[in-house]
């Protein structure tokens, strides 16, 4: 009878609770592999993200400076179409040409430079030895960003024209690590008033 009593007490996990266990802790797993390739992808594309942030705060500046060293006049802050001086649509992250402003006619491809061919911006990175600016340097091409502005003009409350006033739109792209486009856009409102 003991021997009857002992059977009765050592009862162990059936195949279903197994399988259930092993498809919760599936599930448990899938997820955090999910969650830790996002976070990689993350931070691969944070260089980019920040590329393409400084390039479009450093263009919305440029247009400030000009604005207000009188270097253009208001009139000429506007679209090609519109009658002003900047290339409507998307254009390869090139130099400024003889004006001193981006996405401009006059843009023209950057010169070889160090470990920089000529073409589309470059920026150099540091190489093995995590030292910039020696021989093992890494050039990185910005070849895959395009930069975009978009200047429209300003309605008053009353719906007629601010003819001081223009909104400028600053749009820079880049292809992310999985081909998906990415884009980093900067808006502001710029008056004839210095």
């Not at 223009?166 to 081909?179: D, K, L, N």
């Amino acid at each position: 009878m003991t021997h009857k009593k002992l059977c009765h007490r050592q009862q162990g996990f059936t195949l279903v609770e197994v399988m259930i266990a092993i498809a919760v802790l599936s599930i448990g797993i899938l997820t955090i592999i999910a969650a830790f390739a996002s976070a990689v992808a993350s931070t691969h594309n944070s260089q980019e993200n920040l590329i393409s942030r400084q390039k479009a705060l450093e263009t919305m500046e440029s247009i400030f400076t000009a604005r207000n060293t009188q270097q253009i006049s208001f009139a000429a802050i506007n679209n090609i179409p519109s009658g002003g001086i900047f290339v409507s649509g998307a254009t390869p992250l090139w130099a400024a040409g003889p004006d001193g402003l981006v996405n401009t006619a006059d843009d023209t491809p950057f010169a070889a430079n160090g470990v920089c061919p000529a073409g589309p911006e470059c920026i150099p990175m540091p190489g093995p030895d995590g030292i910039l600016g020696t021989a093992d340097d890494i050039p990185m091409s910005l070849g895959n960003f395009t930069r975009q502005i978009a200047i429209s003009p300003v309605l008053n409350a009353d719906g007629t024209l601010n003819p001081n006033l223009r909104q400028i739109t600053v749009t820079v792209s880049y292809a992310g690590s999985r081909g998906s486009a990415r884009t980093y856009t900067v808006n502001a409102l710029i008056s004839s008033f210095r």
